[in-house]
T-cell receptor, first 113, second 119 residues
Protein backbone atom coordinates (compact mmCIF):
# COMPACT_ATOMS: atom_id res chain seq x y z
CA UNK A 1 0.00 0.00 0.00
CA UNK A 2 1.26 3.46 -0.91
CA UNK A 3 -1.01 4.99 1.77
CA UNK A 4 -1.77 8.66 1.11
CA UNK A 5 0.14 10.26 -1.75
CA UNK A 6 0.33 13.93 -2.63
CA UNK A 7 1.67 15.75 -5.66
CA UNK A 8 3.53 17.96 -6.16
CA UNK A 9 5.96 18.05 -3.22
CA UNK A 10 6.88 21.68 -3.83
CA UNK A 11 5.41 24.47 -5.92
CA UNK A 12 5.97 28.17 -6.40
CA UNK A 13 3.02 30.17 -7.71
CA UNK A 14 2.71 33.76 -8.75
CA UNK A 15 -0.07 35.84 -7.27
CA UNK A 16 -3.29 35.27 -9.20
CA UNK A 17 -2.30 31.89 -10.63
CA UNK A 18 -4.33 28.76 -10.00
CA UNK A 19 -3.33 25.18 -9.32
CA UNK A 20 -4.62 21.84 -8.14
CA UNK A 21 -2.99 19.86 -5.36
CA UNK A 22 -3.50 16.17 -5.91
CA UNK A 23 -4.24 13.63 -3.18
CA UNK A 24 -4.90 9.93 -3.48
CA UNK A 25 -5.26 7.07 -1.01
CA UNK A 26 -5.35 3.33 -1.60
CA UNK A 27 -6.69 2.22 1.78
CA UNK A 28 -10.37 2.42 0.79
CA UNK A 29 -10.95 5.11 3.41
CA UNK A 30 -14.23 6.91 3.07
CA UNK A 31 -13.19 10.05 4.96
CA UNK A 32 -10.62 12.46 3.51
CA UNK A 33 -9.35 15.83 4.68
CA UNK A 34 -7.26 18.79 3.60
CA UNK A 35 -5.27 20.78 6.15
CA UNK A 36 -2.87 23.67 5.94
CA UNK A 37 0.03 24.24 8.30
CA UNK A 38 1.49 27.71 8.56
CA UNK A 39 5.04 28.08 9.90
CA UNK A 40 5.32 27.16 13.59
CA UNK A 41 1.60 26.48 13.83
CA UNK A 42 -0.76 23.57 14.10
CA UNK A 43 -2.88 22.21 11.28
CA UNK A 44 -6.13 23.85 10.28
CA UNK A 45 -8.88 22.05 8.38
CA UNK A 46 -9.71 23.45 4.95
CA UNK A 47 -12.22 20.96 3.55
CA UNK A 48 -13.26 17.41 4.20
CA UNK A 49 -15.21 14.66 2.47
CA UNK A 50 -17.13 11.72 3.87
CA UNK A 51 -17.49 9.90 0.57
CA UNK A 52 -17.54 10.28 -3.18
CA UNK A 53 -19.66 13.28 -4.13
CA UNK A 54 -19.88 14.61 -0.54
CA UNK A 55 -17.69 17.49 0.62
CA UNK A 56 -17.97 20.20 3.24
CA UNK A 57 -16.08 23.22 4.51
CA UNK A 58 -13.69 23.17 7.42
CA UNK A 59 -12.31 26.02 9.46
CA UNK A 60 -10.46 27.92 6.69
CA UNK A 61 -12.12 27.20 3.29
CA UNK A 62 -11.87 30.64 1.66
CA UNK A 63 -9.84 30.63 -1.53
CA UNK A 64 -10.08 26.87 -2.01
CA UNK A 65 -12.35 24.35 -3.68
CA UNK A 66 -12.53 20.59 -3.60
CA UNK A 67 -14.22 17.76 -5.41
CA UNK A 68 -14.44 14.04 -4.77
CA UNK A 69 -15.53 11.99 -7.72
CA UNK A 70 -13.96 8.73 -6.51
CA UNK A 71 -13.19 7.15 -3.13
CA UNK A 72 -9.48 7.34 -3.87
CA UNK A 73 -8.96 10.94 -5.00
CA UNK A 74 -9.53 14.26 -3.28
CA UNK A 75 -7.96 17.19 -5.17
CA UNK A 76 -7.71 20.69 -3.70
CA UNK A 77 -8.04 23.62 -6.08
CA UNK A 78 -6.53 27.03 -5.38
CA UNK A 79 -8.04 29.81 -7.43
CA UNK A 80 -6.33 33.22 -7.69
CA UNK A 81 -3.44 32.38 -5.40
CA UNK A 82 -2.55 34.94 -2.71
CA UNK A 83 0.56 35.25 -0.50
CA UNK A 84 -1.61 34.30 2.49
CA UNK A 85 -1.93 30.83 0.94
CA UNK A 86 1.78 30.20 1.34
CA UNK A 87 1.75 27.13 3.57
CA UNK A 88 2.31 23.39 3.76
CA UNK A 89 -0.75 21.45 2.69
CA UNK A 90 -1.52 18.02 4.07
CA UNK A 91 -4.07 15.54 2.84
CA UNK A 92 -5.28 12.86 5.24
CA UNK A 93 -7.72 9.98 5.25
CA UNK A 94 -9.42 7.74 7.78
CA UNK A 95 -12.01 5.04 8.15
CA UNK A 96 -15.39 6.34 9.14
CA UNK A 97 -15.45 4.06 12.16
CA UNK A 98 -12.93 2.79 14.69
CA UNK A 99 -10.64 5.17 16.55
CA UNK A 100 -10.64 7.56 13.64
CA UNK A 101 -6.92 8.12 13.49
CA UNK A 102 -6.00 9.96 10.35
CA UNK A 103 -3.27 8.87 7.97
CA UNK A 104 -1.40 11.76 6.42
CA UNK A 105 0.30 12.30 3.12
CA UNK A 106 3.82 13.76 2.96
CA UNK A 107 2.59 17.31 2.34
CA UNK A 108 2.94 19.90 -0.42
CA UNK A 109 4.99 23.02 0.30
CA UNK A 110 3.44 25.93 -1.58
CA UNK A 111 4.92 29.40 -1.91
CA UNK A 112 2.94 32.24 -3.46
CA UNK A 113 5.02 35.27 -4.50
CA UNK B 1 -11.45 29.95 23.48
CA UNK B 2 -8.92 27.58 22.00
CA UNK B 3 -10.09 24.02 21.89
CA UNK B 4 -6.60 22.55 22.22
CA UNK B 5 -3.85 24.31 24.15
CA UNK B 6 -0.23 23.25 24.23
CA UNK B 7 1.52 25.70 26.53
CA UNK B 8 5.09 24.53 25.98
CA UNK B 9 6.51 25.92 22.73
CA UNK B 10 9.75 24.01 23.34
CA UNK B 11 10.98 21.29 25.66
CA UNK B 12 14.43 19.83 26.25
CA UNK B 13 15.21 16.42 27.67
CA UNK B 14 18.32 14.37 28.21
CA UNK B 15 18.59 11.12 26.33
CA UNK B 16 17.14 8.17 28.30
CA UNK B 17 15.12 10.48 30.55
CA UNK B 18 11.32 10.72 30.54
CA UNK B 19 9.49 13.84 29.37
CA UNK B 20 5.90 15.05 29.62
CA UNK B 21 4.30 17.21 26.95
CA UNK B 22 1.24 19.10 28.12
CA UNK B 23 -2.13 19.33 26.40
CA UNK B 24 -5.38 20.76 27.68
CA UNK B 25 -8.63 20.74 25.78
CA UNK B 26 -12.02 22.36 25.84
CA UNK B 27 -15.22 20.66 24.77
CA UNK B 28 -18.79 20.34 25.93
CA UNK B 29 -19.17 16.92 24.32
CA UNK B 30 -19.23 13.87 26.57
CA UNK B 31 -17.83 11.64 23.85
CA UNK B 32 -14.60 12.70 22.19
CA UNK B 33 -11.18 11.42 21.25
CA UNK B 34 -7.70 12.74 21.87
CA UNK B 35 -4.74 12.06 19.59
CA UNK B 36 -1.03 12.76 19.61
CA UNK B 37 0.96 13.10 16.41
CA UNK B 38 4.69 13.45 15.86
CA UNK B 39 6.13 15.62 13.09
CA UNK B 40 9.87 15.10 12.53
CA UNK B 41 11.94 17.66 10.68
CA UNK B 42 11.18 15.77 7.46
CA UNK B 43 7.61 17.02 7.79
CA UNK B 44 5.40 13.94 7.79
CA UNK B 45 2.69 13.47 10.42
CA UNK B 46 2.94 10.24 12.41
CA UNK B 47 0.09 9.00 14.61
CA UNK B 48 1.36 8.03 18.08
CA UNK B 49 -1.46 7.35 20.49
CA UNK B 50 -5.21 7.69 21.06
CA UNK B 51 -7.41 8.13 24.13
CA UNK B 52 -11.18 7.95 24.05
CA UNK B 53 -13.14 9.99 26.56
CA UNK B 54 -14.82 6.87 27.95
CA UNK B 55 -11.63 4.82 28.16
CA UNK B 56 -11.01 4.00 31.80
CA UNK B 57 -7.36 3.16 31.38
CA UNK B 58 -4.69 5.56 30.19
CA UNK B 59 -3.55 4.65 26.70
CA UNK B 60 -0.07 3.24 26.19
CA UNK B 61 1.87 2.45 23.02
CA UNK B 62 5.41 1.28 23.63
CA UNK B 63 7.36 4.18 25.13
CA UNK B 64 4.38 6.53 24.76
CA UNK B 65 1.66 6.88 27.33
CA UNK B 66 -1.15 9.34 27.68
CA UNK B 67 -1.85 10.79 31.11
CA UNK B 68 -5.60 11.43 30.79
CA UNK B 69 -7.19 13.53 33.51
CA UNK B 70 -10.77 14.04 32.41
CA UNK B 71 -11.86 16.38 35.20
CA UNK B 72 -8.93 18.68 34.45
CA UNK B 73 -9.44 18.27 30.69
CA UNK B 74 -5.82 17.38 30.18
CA UNK B 75 -4.23 14.72 27.99
CA UNK B 76 -0.49 14.89 28.51
CA UNK B 77 1.89 12.75 26.46
CA UNK B 78 4.62 10.98 28.40
CA UNK B 79 7.64 9.69 26.51
CA UNK B 80 9.79 7.34 28.54
CA UNK B 81 13.48 6.65 27.91
CA UNK B 82 13.86 9.45 25.35
CA UNK B 83 15.88 8.76 22.24
CA UNK B 84 17.61 11.16 19.87
CA UNK B 85 15.06 10.20 17.23
CA UNK B 86 12.28 11.57 19.43
CA UNK B 87 13.40 15.11 18.59
CA UNK B 88 10.43 16.49 16.67
CA UNK B 89 7.32 18.64 16.86
CA UNK B 90 4.46 17.00 18.77
CA UNK B 91 0.81 17.87 18.22
CA UNK B 92 -2.17 17.16 20.41
CA UNK B 93 -5.50 16.93 18.56
CA UNK B 94 -9.13 16.35 19.46
CA UNK B 95 -12.13 14.83 17.72
CA UNK B 96 -15.36 16.15 19.21
CA UNK B 97 -18.17 13.64 19.26
CA UNK B 98 -18.02 9.85 19.03
CA UNK B 99 -16.01 7.98 16.42
CA UNK B 100 -18.23 7.33 13.44
CA UNK B 101 -20.55 10.16 14.45
CA UNK B 102 -21.47 13.40 12.75
CA UNK B 103 -18.17 15.05 13.58
CA UNK B 104 -16.92 12.95 10.66
CA UNK B 105 -13.58 12.48 12.35
CA UNK B 106 -12.58 16.12 12.01
CA UNK B 107 -9.60 16.99 14.20
CA UNK B 108 -8.66 20.25 15.91
CA UNK B 109 -4.94 20.59 16.49
CA UNK B 110 -2.93 22.46 19.07
CA UNK B 111 0.02 24.63 18.09
CA UNK B 112 2.56 21.98 18.93
CA UNK B 113 5.58 21.52 21.18
CA UNK B 114 9.09 21.17 19.79
CA UNK B 115 10.96 18.49 21.70
CA UNK B 116 14.74 18.40 21.59
CA UNK B 117 16.55 15.38 22.98
CA UNK B 118 20.14 16.03 24.07
CA UNK B 119 22.74 13.23 24.05
Amino acid sequence: NAGVTQTPKFRILKIGQSMTLQCAQDMNHNYMYWYRQDPGMGLKLIYYSVGAGITDKGEVPNGYNVSRSTTEDFPLRLELAAPSQTSVYFCASSFGTGLGEQYFGPGTRLTVT
Amino acid sequence: AQKITQTQPGMFVQEKEAVTLDCTYDTSDQSYGLFWYKQPSSGEMIFLIYQGSYDEQNATEGRYSLNFQKARKSANLVISASQLGDSAMYFCAMREGPAGGTSYGKLTFGQGTILTVHP
